[in-house]
């Protein structure tokens, strides 16, 4: 009685450790397809504010507590950012990003993933971010080779010209 416990309790967990192992082998899992590579569209950036600042006569400041005497008002509300990528001619993302925040004066956020097969691609990428209705206020154009599983970033300063393509 007691070696049939026993065999019963090997046979367990033998069975446990096998199906262990075969999990721990398989299924394989793919992160990314290795003839693919991916463009990370990543930024926060801030429109311009929607209305221009206005300065205060000497009368509206005295209506004013002293802490709180400033010469100009500006509007907080931001535009939002319009953004494109089109790569070889195709337009593969277009957003209107709103400002973030309570009253509409955050930062725009973008975040994209977008995979594209390994190779050489000329890519277009546009932004607006001042409410006008045609065109842009900033674009870049750029000839990348995507390498295999190569990861690429693009990210956006408007004190640094605009784009970075990394």
């Known amino acids: 009685m007691q070696a049939l416990r026993y065999l019963a309790q090997f046979a367990i ?22 003839d693919e590579a991916l463009v990370k569209l990543a ?25 709180m005497r400033k010469p100009e008002v500006c509007p907080r509300e931001r535009w939002p950012v319009e953004v494109e990528l089109e790569v070889n001619g195709k337009l593969v993302y277009r957003a209107t990003l709103p400002p973030s925040g309570l009253s509409g004066d955050g930062p725009s956020r973008a975040y994209e993933r977008i995979a594209l097969p390994a190779g050489r691609h000329d890519i277009a990428l546009r932004l607006r971010d001042s409410g006008r209705e045609e065109g842009f206020d900033y674009s870049h154009q750029q000839t990348v080779e995507l390498a ?4 690429l970033l693009v990210d956006f300063r408007a004190g640094s010209g605009g784009f970075i393509v990394r």
């Open 43 to 67: 930024f926060a950036h801030g429109g311009k504010p929607r209305g221009e600042c206005r300065r205060l006569s000497h009368e509206e400041l005295m209506k004013l507590a002293p802490n």
């Open 148 to 151: 295999p599983r190569h990861s």
């Open 13 to 34: 967990y033998a069975g446990f450790a096998a199906l262990l192992a075969a999990l721990a082998s398989g299924p394989t899992y793919t992160h990314f397809p290795a």
